[in-house]
Nanobody, 122 residues
Framework: QLQLVESGGGLVQPGGSLRLSCAASESIFSINAMGWYRQAPGKLRELVAS???????NYAHSVKGRFTITRDNAKNTVYLQMNSLKPEDTAVYYC????????????????WGQGTQVTVSS
């Protein structure tokens, strides 16, 4: 079964940086959109950033200018570079892939990663 494997979370001081990675666990024909969501305690899960296979990006207003999403389509991997981190960025970050087509002609589907904790604290 396809899995999205995330890495790169951890504890960082305010103003610091982290880079999250998310890779598919098996070879895939194509993925339409890949992105990152986050969920803080007591809050709803929210979109952080997303990128289509064509390179179009979408960012939450709160992270614009600080976070950058990139993608390696050949490796079916998406990254989130997070700079100038703030305590309010503390959350579990989830990777999501949409429009996954494992082989040509098969039905596409979406999948979530298991989440990685990001804690911004001094």
């Amino acid at each position: 079964q396809l899995q999205l494997v995330e890495s790169g979370g951890g504890l960082v001081q305010p103003g610091g940086s982290l880079r999250l990675s998310c890779a598919a666990s098996e070879s895939i024909f194509s993925i339409n959109a890949m992105g990152w969501y986050r969920q803080a305690p007591g809050k709803l899960r929210e979109l952080v950033a997303s990128m289509t296979s064509g390179g179009s990006t979408n960012y939450a207003h709160s992270v614009k200018g600080r976070f950058t999403i990139t993608r390696d389509n050949a490796k079916n991997t998406v990254y989130l570079q997070m700079n100038s981190l703030k305590p309010e960025d503390t959350a579990v970050y989830y990777c999501k892939a949409e429009g996954i087509t494992v082989r040509p002609g098969t039905l596409s589907f979406a999948s979530w990663g298991q989440g990685t904790q990001v804690t911004v604290s001094s």
